[in-house]
Protein backbone atom coordinates (compact mmCIF):
# COMPACT_ATOMS: atom_id res chain seq x y z
CA UNK A 1 0.00 0.00 0.00
CA UNK A 2 1.21 3.72 -0.44
CA UNK A 3 2.56 4.75 2.21
CA UNK A 4 1.55 8.42 1.94
CA UNK A 5 -2.51 8.14 1.66
CA UNK A 6 -4.28 10.74 3.75
CA UNK A 7 -7.76 9.91 2.69
CA UNK A 8 -7.32 7.00 4.71
CA UNK A 9 -7.27 8.44 8.41
CA UNK A 10 -10.39 8.94 10.57
CA UNK A 11 -10.30 11.46 13.08
CA UNK A 12 -12.85 11.69 15.71
CA UNK A 13 -13.56 15.84 15.56
CA UNK A 14 -15.61 17.36 18.41
CA UNK A 15 -17.27 19.49 16.51
CA UNK A 16 -18.86 17.08 14.46
CA UNK A 17 -19.68 14.76 17.18
CA UNK A 18 -18.12 12.08 14.33
CA UNK A 19 -15.04 10.54 13.33
CA UNK A 20 -14.57 12.68 10.04
CA UNK A 21 -12.38 11.38 7.22
CA UNK A 22 -8.94 13.61 7.51
CA UNK A 23 -8.58 16.03 4.73
CA UNK A 24 -5.75 18.71 5.07
CA UNK A 25 -5.93 22.05 4.16
CA UNK A 26 -3.38 21.81 1.86
CA UNK A 27 -2.57 18.38 0.48
CA UNK A 28 0.94 17.54 2.21
CA UNK A 29 0.80 19.47 4.59
CA UNK A 30 -0.67 19.45 8.56
CA UNK A 31 -1.01 22.11 10.86
CA UNK A 32 -1.16 21.31 14.63
CA UNK A 33 -1.90 23.63 17.78
CA UNK A 34 -2.15 21.82 21.20
CA UNK A 35 -2.44 23.86 23.98
CA UNK A 36 0.94 23.27 26.20
CA UNK A 37 1.46 23.33 29.79
CA UNK A 38 0.90 26.46 32.72
CA UNK A 39 3.99 25.86 33.83
CA UNK A 40 3.73 26.91 37.79
CA UNK A 41 4.00 23.58 39.01
CA UNK A 42 5.36 19.77 38.26
CA UNK A 43 3.70 18.76 35.02
CA UNK A 44 1.03 16.69 36.15
CA UNK A 45 0.78 13.25 34.72
CA UNK A 46 -2.93 13.72 33.16
CA UNK A 47 -1.29 16.25 31.15
CA UNK A 48 1.84 14.16 30.02
CA UNK A 49 -0.84 11.30 28.78
CA UNK A 50 -2.48 14.42 26.72
CA UNK A 51 0.75 15.44 24.84
CA UNK A 52 1.22 11.67 24.28
CA UNK A 53 -1.29 11.09 22.21
CA UNK A 54 -0.48 14.61 20.58
CA UNK A 55 3.41 12.73 20.33
CA UNK A 56 1.92 9.35 18.80
CA UNK A 57 -0.37 11.13 16.18
CA UNK A 58 2.50 13.76 15.38
CA UNK A 59 4.54 11.26 14.60
CA UNK A 60 2.04 8.99 12.69
CA UNK A 61 1.51 11.88 10.74
CA UNK A 62 5.45 12.33 10.05
CA UNK A 63 5.91 8.81 9.04
CA UNK A 64 2.60 9.09 6.33
CA UNK A 65 4.67 11.63 5.18
CA UNK A 66 2.89 14.56 5.99
CA UNK A 67 5.05 17.78 6.37
CA UNK A 68 3.68 18.33 10.28
CA UNK A 69 4.45 22.11 11.41
CA UNK A 70 3.12 21.32 15.35
CA UNK A 71 2.85 24.56 17.71
CA UNK A 72 2.47 23.65 21.24
CA UNK A 73 2.84 26.58 23.75
CA UNK A 74 3.88 27.37 27.22
CA UNK A 75 1.39 29.94 29.19
CA UNK A 76 3.72 31.78 31.10
CA UNK A 77 0.89 34.65 31.88
CA UNK A 78 -2.53 35.10 32.08
CA UNK A 79 -4.02 31.96 33.85
CA UNK A 80 -5.94 32.50 36.74
CA UNK A 81 -6.38 30.77 39.16
CA UNK A 82 -10.55 30.61 38.55
CA UNK A 83 -12.08 30.02 35.30
CA UNK A 84 -14.29 33.17 36.15
CA UNK A 85 -11.37 35.81 35.24
CA UNK A 86 -10.73 36.33 39.19
CA UNK A 87 -7.97 34.95 41.49
CA UNK A 88 -4.11 35.32 41.29
CA UNK A 89 -2.45 34.39 38.38
CA UNK A 90 -0.99 31.18 39.06
CA UNK A 91 2.31 32.27 38.07
CA UNK A 92 2.47 35.07 40.35
CA UNK A 93 1.23 33.16 43.18
CA UNK A 94 3.65 30.85 43.49
CA UNK A 95 6.42 33.54 42.44
CA UNK A 96 4.79 34.98 45.77
CA UNK A 97 4.70 32.16 48.31
CA UNK A 98 8.57 31.20 47.14
CA UNK A 99 9.81 35.00 47.04
CA UNK A 100 10.98 34.63 43.80
CA UNK A 101 10.23 36.30 40.37
CA UNK A 102 7.38 35.38 38.38
CA UNK A 103 9.82 34.59 35.52
CA UNK A 104 11.92 31.90 38.06
CA UNK A 105 8.74 30.16 38.26
CA UNK A 106 8.34 30.01 34.56
CA UNK A 107 11.97 28.68 33.94
CA UNK A 108 12.31 26.05 36.72
CA UNK A 109 8.59 24.50 35.55
CA UNK A 110 9.44 24.90 31.50
CA UNK A 111 12.92 23.04 32.14
CA UNK A 112 10.62 20.25 34.50
CA UNK A 113 8.54 20.03 31.43
CA UNK A 114 10.98 19.59 28.81
CA UNK A 115 13.19 16.96 30.89
CA UNK A 116 9.60 15.11 32.12
CA UNK A 117 8.99 14.79 27.83
CA UNK A 118 12.77 14.29 26.71
CA UNK A 119 12.33 11.48 29.07
CA UNK A 120 9.43 9.71 27.96
CA UNK A 121 11.08 10.30 24.72
CA UNK A 122 8.66 12.74 22.99
CA UNK A 123 9.86 14.73 19.85
CA UNK A 124 9.58 18.18 20.36
CA UNK A 125 7.15 20.43 18.22
CA UNK A 126 8.03 22.53 15.61
CA UNK A 127 7.36 25.85 17.65
CA UNK A 128 7.10 26.53 21.57
CA UNK A 129 5.99 30.06 21.47
CA UNK A 130 4.99 31.75 24.75
CA UNK A 131 2.47 33.92 25.89
CA UNK A 132 4.89 36.93 27.06
CA UNK A 133 6.32 36.88 24.11
CA UNK A 134 3.01 37.02 22.00
CA UNK A 135 1.32 40.15 24.02
CA UNK A 136 2.06 42.60 20.91
CA UNK A 137 -0.56 39.91 18.67
CA UNK A 138 -2.90 40.02 21.59
CA UNK A 139 -3.43 43.64 21.98
CA UNK A 140 -4.02 43.92 18.15
CA UNK A 141 -6.57 40.74 18.14
CA UNK A 142 -8.42 42.75 20.43
CA UNK A 143 -8.30 46.38 18.94
CA UNK A 144 -10.02 43.77 15.75
CA UNK A 145 -12.43 42.31 18.14
CA UNK A 146 -13.34 45.68 19.63
CA UNK A 147 -13.18 47.27 16.05
CA UNK A 148 -15.54 44.13 15.08
CA UNK A 149 -18.35 44.80 17.95
CA UNK A 150 -17.62 41.69 20.01
CA UNK A 151 -15.72 43.78 22.84
CA UNK A 152 -15.91 46.65 25.09
CA UNK A 153 -13.87 48.25 27.51
CA UNK A 154 -14.58 48.55 31.49
CA UNK A 155 -12.81 50.44 33.88
CA UNK A 156 -9.66 49.60 31.80
CA UNK A 157 -10.55 46.02 31.38
CA UNK A 158 -11.68 44.61 27.92
CA UNK A 159 -14.41 41.99 28.15
CA UNK A 160 -15.62 39.63 25.09
CA UNK A 161 -19.51 40.14 24.75
CA UNK A 162 -20.85 36.53 24.94
CA UNK A 163 -24.20 37.36 24.42
CA UNK A 164 -23.91 39.96 21.40
CA UNK A 165 -21.98 37.17 19.20
CA UNK A 166 -24.11 34.57 19.91
CA UNK A 167 -26.84 37.10 17.99
CA UNK A 168 -25.41 36.26 14.92
CA UNK A 169 -22.87 33.36 15.83
CA UNK A 170 -22.91 30.26 17.77
CA UNK A 171 -21.42 30.21 21.37
CA UNK A 172 -21.38 26.46 22.34
CA UNK A 173 -21.20 25.28 19.27
CA UNK A 174 -17.96 23.06 20.13
CA UNK A 175 -18.84 22.12 24.03
CA UNK A 176 -22.75 22.15 22.54
CA UNK A 177 -23.88 24.05 25.41
CA UNK A 178 -26.54 26.45 24.56
CA UNK A 179 -26.30 30.64 26.32
CA UNK A 180 -29.64 30.14 27.57
CA UNK A 181 -28.89 26.92 30.17
CA UNK A 182 -25.51 28.80 30.99
CA UNK A 183 -27.28 31.92 32.22
CA UNK A 184 -29.58 29.94 34.23
CA UNK A 185 -26.61 27.99 35.84
CA UNK A 186 -24.72 31.16 36.36
CA UNK A 187 -25.01 32.25 39.85
CA UNK A 188 -24.76 36.30 39.59
CA UNK A 189 -21.84 37.74 40.98
CA UNK A 190 -24.04 40.67 42.94
CA UNK A 191 -22.12 43.70 41.00
CA UNK A 192 -18.94 42.30 41.97
CA UNK A 193 -17.87 42.12 38.31
CA UNK A 194 -17.62 44.86 35.33
CA UNK A 195 -18.94 42.14 33.04
CA UNK A 196 -21.96 42.98 31.53
CA UNK A 197 -22.82 39.27 31.87
CA UNK A 198 -21.36 36.47 33.65
CA UNK A 199 -21.01 34.69 30.39
CA UNK A 200 -18.89 37.31 29.53
CA UNK A 201 -14.86 36.55 29.69
CA UNK A 202 -12.22 38.72 29.77
CA UNK A 203 -9.26 39.35 27.08
CA UNK A 204 -7.51 42.15 29.03
CA UNK A 205 -7.81 42.69 32.88
CA UNK A 206 -6.44 46.01 34.43
CA UNK A 207 -3.90 44.48 36.55
CA UNK A 208 -4.05 45.53 40.16
CA UNK A 209 -0.95 47.37 42.04
CA UNK A 210 0.11 44.17 43.49
CA UNK A 211 0.29 42.51 40.35
CA UNK A 212 3.66 42.52 38.53
CA UNK A 213 3.25 40.68 35.16
CA UNK A 214 1.60 43.38 33.78
CA UNK A 215 2.35 44.79 30.29
CA UNK A 216 1.08 48.42 28.99
CA UNK A 217 -2.09 48.56 26.50
CA UNK A 218 -4.27 51.10 25.04
CA UNK A 219 -6.45 50.44 27.68
CA UNK A 220 -4.65 50.23 31.15
CA UNK A 221 -1.04 48.50 32.22
CA UNK A 222 -2.68 44.57 32.42
CA UNK A 223 -2.69 41.06 31.17
CA UNK A 224 -4.07 39.47 28.28
CA UNK A 225 -7.19 36.70 29.34
CA UNK A 226 -6.25 33.14 29.46
CA UNK A 227 -8.05 31.85 26.23
CA UNK A 228 -6.71 34.90 24.05
CA UNK A 229 -2.96 33.58 23.65
CA UNK A 230 -4.01 30.21 22.10
CA UNK A 231 -5.62 32.67 19.41
CA UNK A 232 -3.09 34.68 18.83
CA UNK A 233 -0.34 32.06 18.27
CA UNK A 234 -2.09 29.53 16.60
CA UNK A 235 -3.61 31.59 14.12
CA UNK A 236 0.06 33.19 14.22
CA UNK A 237 2.32 30.46 12.90
CA UNK A 238 -0.56 28.13 11.47
CA UNK A 239 -2.94 30.70 9.47
CA UNK A 240 -6.47 31.63 10.12
CA UNK A 241 -7.97 28.64 9.46
CA UNK A 242 -5.65 25.54 10.01
CA UNK A 243 -6.39 21.28 10.51
CA UNK A 244 -5.60 20.16 13.97
CA UNK A 245 -6.25 21.27 17.34
CA UNK A 246 -5.48 19.17 20.45
CA UNK A 247 -5.99 19.74 23.94
CA UNK A 248 -7.25 17.79 27.01
CA UNK A 249 -11.15 17.31 27.80
CA UNK A 250 -11.29 19.75 30.60
CA UNK A 251 -9.92 22.50 28.21
CA UNK A 252 -13.22 21.86 25.44
CA UNK A 253 -15.50 24.65 27.71
CA UNK A 254 -14.46 27.05 27.82
CA UNK A 255 -10.78 27.72 26.92
CA UNK A 256 -11.43 26.06 23.60
CA UNK A 257 -15.16 27.21 22.91
CA UNK A 258 -13.86 30.77 23.62
CA UNK A 259 -11.28 30.29 21.05
CA UNK A 260 -13.49 29.47 18.03
CA UNK A 261 -15.37 32.62 19.66
CA UNK A 262 -12.27 34.98 19.29
CA UNK A 263 -11.37 33.90 15.99
CA UNK A 264 -15.18 34.24 14.45
CA UNK A 265 -15.10 37.84 16.35
CA UNK A 266 -12.21 38.72 14.87
CA UNK A 267 -11.67 37.02 11.39
CA UNK A 268 -15.32 36.07 10.60
CA UNK A 269 -14.29 32.03 10.35
CA UNK A 270 -14.00 29.25 12.31
CA UNK A 271 -9.96 28.47 13.18
CA UNK A 272 -9.78 25.06 13.18
CA UNK A 273 -11.38 21.28 11.01
CA UNK A 274 -11.03 18.77 13.71
CA UNK A 275 -10.94 19.52 17.16
CA UNK A 276 -9.49 17.11 18.99
CA UNK A 277 -9.18 15.90 22.86
CA UNK A 278 -7.76 13.41 25.06
CA UNK A 279 -9.34 11.84 28.02
CA UNK A 280 -8.25 12.46 31.36
CA UNK A 281 -5.89 10.00 33.22
CA UNK A 282 -7.40 9.01 36.74
CA UNK A 283 -5.02 6.43 39.64
CA UNK A 284 -6.45 3.65 41.63
CA UNK A 285 -9.90 3.94 39.93
CA UNK A 286 -10.65 8.03 41.18
CA UNK A 287 -9.38 11.62 40.53
CA UNK A 288 -5.47 12.12 40.91
CA UNK A 289 -5.60 15.09 43.82
CA UNK A 290 -2.40 16.21 46.03
CA UNK A 291 -4.96 16.97 48.16
CA UNK A 292 -6.28 13.32 48.75
CA UNK A 293 -2.62 11.77 48.41
CA UNK A 294 -3.91 9.83 45.15
CA UNK A 295 -1.21 11.22 43.43
CA UNK A 296 2.10 10.52 41.99
CA UNK A 297 4.55 12.66 40.14
CA UNK A 298 6.14 11.24 36.57
CA UNK A 299 9.78 11.31 38.23
CA UNK A 300 8.48 8.81 41.03
CA UNK A 301 7.41 6.43 38.45
CA UNK A 302 11.01 6.36 36.90
CA UNK A 303 12.54 6.14 41.12
CA UNK A 304 9.72 4.12 42.32
CA UNK A 305 9.54 6.47 45.19
CA UNK A 306 5.76 6.87 45.78
CA UNK A 307 3.59 4.92 47.73
CA UNK A 308 1.23 3.63 44.97
CA UNK A 309 3.64 1.39 42.76
CA UNK A 310 5.80 -1.39 44.28
CA UNK A 311 8.85 -0.77 42.03
CA UNK A 312 10.44 1.64 39.49
CA UNK A 313 9.56 1.44 35.81
CA UNK A 314 10.95 2.31 32.72
CA UNK A 315 9.81 5.81 30.72
CA UNK A 316 9.41 3.12 27.91
CA UNK A 317 7.04 0.99 30.32
CA UNK A 318 4.95 3.84 30.92
CA UNK A 319 4.84 5.13 27.70
CA UNK A 320 3.60 1.57 26.74
CA UNK A 321 1.28 1.23 29.72
CA UNK A 322 -0.55 4.65 28.53
CA UNK A 323 -0.72 4.15 24.55
CA UNK A 324 -2.34 0.68 26.01
CA UNK A 325 -5.63 2.60 26.29
CA UNK A 326 -7.11 4.67 23.31
CA UNK A 327 -6.49 8.38 23.64
CA UNK A 328 -10.44 8.78 24.45
CA UNK A 329 -10.86 6.40 26.81
CA UNK A 330 -10.41 7.22 30.76
CA UNK A 331 -6.68 5.88 31.73
CA UNK A 332 -6.72 4.36 35.38
CA UNK A 333 -2.85 4.27 36.26
CA UNK A 334 -2.59 1.24 38.95
CA UNK A 335 0.82 -0.55 39.82
CA UNK A 336 -0.65 -3.51 38.67
CA UNK A 337 -1.43 -2.40 34.97
CA UNK A 338 2.21 -1.17 34.96
CA UNK A 339 3.25 -4.59 35.96
CA UNK A 340 1.30 -6.23 33.25
CA UNK A 341 2.10 -3.65 30.79
CA UNK A 342 6.30 -4.08 31.89
CA UNK A 343 5.47 -8.13 31.12
CA UNK A 344 3.95 -7.41 27.18
CA UNK A 345 6.49 -4.96 26.92
CA UNK A 346 9.39 -7.26 26.93
CA UNK A 347 7.91 -9.92 25.41
CA UNK A 348 7.32 -7.43 22.23
CA UNK A 349 11.16 -6.31 22.71
CA UNK A 350 11.99 -9.86 22.96
CA UNK A 351 10.07 -10.43 19.74
CA UNK A 352 11.95 -7.90 17.85
CA UNK A 353 15.24 -8.03 18.91
CA UNK A 354 14.56 -11.87 18.05
CA UNK A 355 14.01 -11.11 14.40
CA UNK A 356 17.67 -10.57 13.24
CA UNK A 357 18.72 -14.36 13.80
CA UNK A 358 15.20 -16.28 12.64
CA UNK A 359 15.73 -18.89 9.82
CA UNK A 360 13.94 -18.33 6.42
CA UNK A 361 12.33 -20.86 4.34
CA UNK A 362 11.12 -20.65 0.99
CA UNK A 363 7.04 -19.83 2.06
CA UNK A 364 5.57 -17.95 5.07
CA UNK A 365 2.63 -19.25 7.19
CA UNK A 366 1.84 -15.49 8.01
CA UNK A 367 0.18 -13.17 5.64
CA UNK A 368 2.63 -9.86 6.53
CA UNK A 369 1.16 -7.98 4.05
CA UNK A 370 -2.14 -8.03 5.39
CA UNK A 371 -1.06 -7.84 8.86
CA UNK A 372 0.74 -4.38 7.72
CA UNK A 373 -2.32 -3.17 6.66
CA UNK A 374 -4.32 -3.79 9.65
CA UNK A 375 -1.13 -1.89 11.58
CA UNK A 376 -2.04 1.26 8.96
CA UNK A 377 -5.90 0.14 9.54
CA UNK A 378 -5.59 0.64 13.36
CA UNK A 379 -4.26 3.82 13.46
CA UNK A 380 -6.39 5.55 10.49
CA UNK A 381 -9.30 4.66 12.89
CA UNK A 382 -8.95 7.84 14.92
CA UNK A 383 -5.16 6.99 15.70
CA UNK A 384 -6.11 3.84 17.72
CA UNK A 385 -3.12 2.65 19.02
CA UNK A 386 -4.75 -0.28 21.63
CA UNK A 387 -5.93 -2.02 18.60
CA UNK A 388 -2.16 -1.55 16.90
CA UNK A 389 -0.45 -2.98 19.75
CA UNK A 390 -3.15 -6.08 20.16
CA UNK A 391 -2.03 -6.73 16.13
CA UNK A 392 1.58 -6.12 16.81
CA UNK A 393 1.24 -8.83 19.41
CA UNK A 394 -0.29 -11.25 16.28
CA UNK A 395 3.22 -10.80 14.76
CA UNK A 396 4.87 -11.86 17.76
CA UNK A 397 3.17 -14.80 18.58
CA UNK A 398 4.30 -15.44 15.08
CA UNK A 399 8.01 -14.42 15.56
CA UNK A 400 7.74 -17.00 18.76
CA UNK A 401 6.62 -19.44 16.37
CA UNK A 402 9.25 -19.35 13.70
CA UNK A 403 11.96 -19.49 16.40
CA UNK A 404 10.24 -22.81 18.20
CA UNK A 405 10.30 -23.82 13.95
CA UNK A 406 6.15 -24.04 14.14
CA UNK A 407 6.02 -21.66 11.51
CA UNK A 408 7.83 -20.65 8.38
CA UNK A 409 8.71 -16.86 7.06
CA UNK A 410 10.44 -16.37 3.47
CA UNK A 411 13.27 -13.80 3.78
CA UNK A 412 11.46 -10.56 1.84
CA UNK A 413 8.39 -11.34 4.44
CA UNK A 414 11.19 -11.40 7.45
CA UNK A 415 12.64 -8.03 5.97
CA UNK A 416 9.36 -6.27 5.61
CA UNK A 417 7.97 -7.57 8.88
CA UNK A 418 11.36 -6.46 10.70
CA UNK A 419 10.84 -2.91 8.98
CA UNK A 420 6.93 -2.77 9.44
CA UNK A 421 7.94 -3.80 13.51
CA UNK A 422 10.77 -0.91 13.82
CA UNK A 423 8.30 1.78 12.32
CA UNK A 424 5.40 0.81 14.59
CA UNK A 425 7.28 0.24 17.62
CA UNK A 426 10.28 2.91 17.49
CA UNK A 427 9.37 5.98 15.31
CA UNK A 428 5.24 5.86 15.75
CA UNK A 429 4.87 4.51 19.57
CA UNK A 430 7.72 6.03 20.13
CA UNK A 431 9.22 3.08 23.00
CA UNK A 432 13.18 2.44 22.91
CA UNK A 433 14.70 -0.43 22.70
CA UNK A 434 15.66 -0.34 26.54
CA UNK A 435 17.19 -3.87 28.21
CA UNK A 436 15.92 -4.92 31.74
CA UNK A 437 18.73 -3.73 33.31
CA UNK A 438 18.54 -0.15 32.53
CA UNK A 439 14.59 -0.40 33.01
CA UNK A 440 14.13 0.07 36.36
CA UNK A 441 14.26 -4.18 36.70
CA UNK A 442 17.78 -4.21 37.77
CA UNK A 443 19.76 -6.63 39.77
CA UNK A 444 19.13 -4.75 43.23
CA UNK A 445 15.35 -4.90 42.53
CA UNK A 446 14.83 -8.21 40.79
CA UNK A 447 17.04 -9.44 44.09
CA UNK A 448 14.96 -7.62 46.81
CA UNK A 449 11.62 -8.28 44.99
CA UNK A 450 12.73 -12.65 44.98
CA UNK A 451 13.31 -11.78 48.85
CA UNK A 452 9.72 -9.88 49.09
CA UNK A 453 8.37 -13.19 47.31
CA UNK A 454 9.87 -15.31 50.24
CA UNK A 455 9.11 -13.60 52.56
CA UNK A 456 5.52 -13.47 52.04
CA UNK A 457 5.74 -17.51 51.43
CA UNK A 458 7.16 -17.67 55.40
CA UNK A 459 4.34 -15.56 56.41
CA UNK A 460 1.61 -17.38 54.73
CA UNK A 461 3.24 -20.56 56.44
CA UNK A 462 3.33 -18.42 59.81
CA UNK A 463 6.97 -18.92 59.79
CA UNK A 464 7.27 -15.47 61.44
CA UNK A 465 10.91 -16.12 62.17
CA UNK A 466 12.06 -16.38 58.32
CA UNK A 467 9.62 -13.57 57.58
CA UNK A 468 11.51 -11.02 60.15
CA UNK A 469 15.08 -12.44 59.70
CA UNK A 470 14.52 -11.41 55.85
CA UNK A 471 13.14 -8.17 56.48
CA UNK A 472 15.75 -7.63 59.49
CA UNK A 473 18.85 -8.96 57.43
CA UNK A 474 17.67 -6.33 54.79
CA UNK A 475 17.49 -3.09 56.97
CA UNK A 476 21.08 -4.59 58.19
CA UNK A 477 22.03 -3.79 54.41
CA UNK A 478 20.08 -0.43 54.14
CA UNK A 479 16.93 -1.94 52.76
CA UNK A 480 13.68 -0.84 54.35
CA UNK A 481 10.79 -2.95 53.60
CA UNK A 482 7.23 -1.01 53.76
CA UNK A 483 4.20 -2.95 54.29
CA UNK A 484 0.92 -1.24 52.14
CA UNK A 485 -2.45 -2.30 51.24
CA UNK A 486 -0.83 -2.74 47.66
CA UNK A 487 1.92 -4.93 48.53
CA UNK A 488 5.33 -4.51 50.09
CA UNK A 489 7.75 -1.73 48.65
CA UNK A 490 11.96 -1.11 49.31
CA UNK A 491 13.32 1.96 49.70
CA UNK A 492 16.88 2.41 50.06
CA UNK A 493 19.45 5.05 51.89
ZN1 LIG B 1 -5.00 26.86 24.74
Known amino acids: ?33 VCGPTVYSNVHLGNVRTFMSFDVIYRYLLHLGYKVRYVRNITDAGHLENDADVGEDRIAKKARLEEIEPMEVVQRYTVDFHNILNTFNFLPPSIEPTATGHIIEQIELIKTIIENGFAYEVNGSVYFDVHKYNESKNY ?14 TRELDGQSDKKNP ?42 RFDIHGGGM ?19 QSPVNYWMHANMLIMNGKKMAKSTGNFILPNEIFSGKNPHI ?39 LDAINLMDGLPTASTSTFLVSDWKQRCYDAMNDDFNTPILIATLFEAVKFINQVKDESATISKDDLSELKS ?52 NELAAAGIQLKDGKEGTTFSTN
Open 310 to 348: TKAYSPSVARFFMLQAHYRSILDFTNDGLLASEKGFFKL
Open 1 to 33: MPLYDHQNIKIYNTLSGEKDIFKSINAGYVGMY
Open 420 to 471: TMHSFVFDILGLENVTKEDSGTDKLSSAVELLIQLRQEARANKDFAMSDKIR
Open 250 to 268: DLKFPHHECEIAQNEAAKN
Open 199 to 240: QDFALWKKAEPQHIMRWPSPWSDGFPGWHLECTAMSTKYLGD
Open 172 to 185: GILSKRKLEDLIHN
